[in-house]
């Protein structure tokens, strides 16, 4: 894990434990090593730091491109281990970014509907989540994320925090884009099932 990461992870941790009450748990569901896509409901901005937080291996993921414009927000984002994607298009390049995530054996976060539902439910899965695990054989955390769409709303109310990540699912035999949005609504199910377990802590 490189330095600037940890240290990030360090100071994230406490700052969001102590103002938002933020916590973890199945954090053991994550496998130490391989290839691994985390997928999560999406709820606001915050979610990718958020997953960061809760995983103890370095996590991936997809942002938007435009925040690549800001100099200085790239290089932030970067840090974190971003990396661009044009939004409302098929890109090439993100899926072979993402591919080389994978066959290094790290961590890939992706939301499956691939846009915010501030409702924490995952509707309507897109395809490219199942495509990635079945190609590049990965194993996929589905993970739950609970908090509100502002922090500021959150610190005033005191609302919490909360990352629950649940067993992994093995990638299954797919050779079409049926066969791909089958197994990403599978996964957007397991996704789901979390949620009541979320609410029982």
């Known amino acids: 894990m490189k330095f600037y990461y940890r240290l990030s992870l360090v100071i994230l941790r406490a700052v969001t434990k102590v103002a938002w009450g933020f916590r973890t748990t199945g954090m053991d569901f ?3 090593s391989g290839p ?3 997928a999560s409901n999406h709820i606001s901005n915050w979610d990718s730091i958020l997953i960061g937080l809760g995983c103890r291996r370095e996590v991936y993921f997809m942002a938007k491109e435009e925040l690549f414009g800001n100099p200085l927000l790239a290089v932030v984002v970067g840090a974190l281990n971003a990396f661009p994607i044009r939004r409302g298009e098929l890109d090439p390049r993100a899926l072979r970014t ?6 290094d054996d790290k961590v890939l976060l992706m939301f499956p509907t691939g846009t915010r539902d501030k409702s924490g439910e995952v509707r309507d899965p897109k395809s490219g989540v199942g495509f990635l695990a079945c190609r590049h054989e990965a194993q996929v955390v589905p993970a739950h994320i609970t908090c509100p769409d502002s922090l500021v709303r959150a610190l005033i ?3 919490g925090m909360k990352v629950t990540f ?3 699912i093995a990638a299954s035999k797919a050779n079409s884009s049926n066969d791909y949005r089958a197994f990403s609504q599978r996964i957007a199910d397991e996704i789901g ?7 029982r802590r």
């Open 166 to 168: 649940g067993p992994p």
């Open 98 to 103: 993402a591919g080389q995530v994978l066959d």
């Open 36 to 38: 691994v896509i985390i």
């Open 193 to 199: 099932r979390l949620k009541p377990e979320v609410n």
């Open 157 to 159: 109310k005191r609302t």
């Open 30 to 32: 994550i496998p130490a």
